[in-house]
């Protein structure tokens, strides 16, 4: 102990819990005067323990804040709301708040922060695999935790982080497996024969998601390379209410009672559970919605923003399917909404996500097209992009033989 704190030590006998008490200058406090901590214990042994210890922490750094420590459910609840959503994209946002909301905070909201233990999240883990939800879900409320706990260690409040103790569920790796020569080859016949199928042949092409390839844009062809520029992606964000009471206001859409064995309405597994109390969802049905539908947000990486060079095949393609586009154009009159970009609607406007994985899901109906459904949306095996003679990435240089200028353009 330093000799001022050691000349604190002493045992103050006019109290009536004859306490030994010590205390410890750790820092300053925000108004600028000294941060000393009070320390009391049974024993004189006990409290020079305590001192000690609480000295070592304030050398390394690791000095909790003053005052009562925070429970989980008020931290994950400050963390959530003022610190990760305003500074995260919108999907992480919401993967944050499912994990704050559905799973940290019931099971484990009433602990304090500084006391909680790994073994705490590691029953949560076990009890969400028992209740069927599959190891990657875990793994989500498992990362959630570690940066909100993460946060609350590097602002003082927790000395060490729990949750990079505990050990989540382990995730099986599944291969892909490859589309065959004559699978790519009907897939390609069935695309075509749609209407705006050829967001199909490009998806299965050039590898983009299914909000990149539904978001290109006439603007972002460049003819005189036979290039495309990937930007942007449309992304379907959820309804906001802009009424004064959202629970009453989507009181025909609440859920009240659980599926029943064998429902064939929800096509994802396991149906969703009855609506809480005092639901506020339901707000795409709000006379006065807002901040939701389809939004144009920036692609998921800036390694997403990327140049592809198309091949003669894909591009002619592509050129014919403006030229449709523009009878359609034509034929709609003033009825027409521009600037949808190259998969819309008959009338201009944007083609959803629902539309698209419909289209795909139809696909899989058709002989030779039984795996498609789940690669409408995804990244398409490799061999798709060799049957149509499109040039990797790696040998764009060799195949192209110079380099364009759209590669470094600004986006649009």
Request: hydrophobic share 30%.
């Amino acid at each position: 102990m330093y000799p001022r704190d050691a000349a604190l030590l002493r045992r103050v006998g006019d109290l009536k819990d004859g306490k030994w008490h010590g205390r410890v200058t750790v820092g300053v406090r925000d108004d600028g005067k000294p941060d000393r901590r009070h320390i009391e214990r049974k024993t004189e042994a006990e409290v020079i323990d305590a001192v000690r210890a609480l000295e070592k922490q304030r050398d390394a750094g690791k000095v909790k804040k003053p005052g009562r420590a925070w429970t989980v459910e008020k931290w994950l609840t400050h963390w959530f709301e003022n610190i990760a959503a305003p500074s995260v994209r919108y999907k992480a946002a919401n993967a944050y708040r499912t994990a704050v909301y559905r799973h940290l905070v019931p099971n484990l909201g009433a602990h304090r922060i500084d006391k909680i233990e790994p073994e705490h999240f590691e029953k949560l883990y076990a009890k969400m695999r028992a209740a069927g939800l599959k190891a990657g879900t875990a793994h989500q409320v498992h990362r959630t935790a570690r940066t909100a706990f993460g946060e609350a260690l590097r602002r003082g409040h927790i000395v060490r982080n729990p949750v990079e103790l505990a050990k989540a569920p382990r995730i099986e790796e599944t291969d892909i497996e490859p589309f065959e020569a004559d699978e790519i080859g009907q897939l390609l016949v069935t695309a075509l024969s749609k209407r705006n199928g050829v967001r199909f042949v490009l998806a299965l092409a050039l590898g983009t998601r299914q909000g990149e390839t539904i978001g290109l844009k006439w603007s972002r062809l460049d003819k005189r390379n036979k290039a495309l520029r990937i930007a942007k992606q449309l992304q379907r964000q959820t309804w906001k209410h802009g009424c004064d009471d959202p629970h009453a206001c989507g009181a025909t859409y609440h859920k009240t009672t659980p599926c029943k064995e064998g429902c064939k309405r929800h096509h994802r597994k396991p149906c969703p559970p009855p609506c809480p109390p005092g639901c506020t969802s339901h707000a795409r049905w709000c006379p006065k919605r807002h901040g939701g539908g389809l939004v144009e947000v920036d692609v998921k990486s800036r390694a997403g923003r990327r140049g592809i060079v198309l091949a003669d095949r894909l591009y002619d393609l592509l050129i014919a399917h403006e030229e449709q586009q523009t009878k359609e154009r034509e034929l709609a009159g003033s009825e027409w909404h521009e600037g949808a970009g190259c998969s819309p609607s008959r009338t201009g406007s944007r083609s959803t996500h629902a539309a698209t994985s419909t289209t795909g899901r139809r696909f899989s109906t058709r002989p030779g097209c039984g795996r498609l459904g789940c690669t409408t949306h995804g990244t398409p095996p490799r061999p798709c992009c060799s049957c149509l003679a499109c040039p990797s990435e790696q040998s764009w240089n060799s195949w192209a033989g110079r380099t364009p200028a759209w590669r470094s353009a600004t986006s649009t």
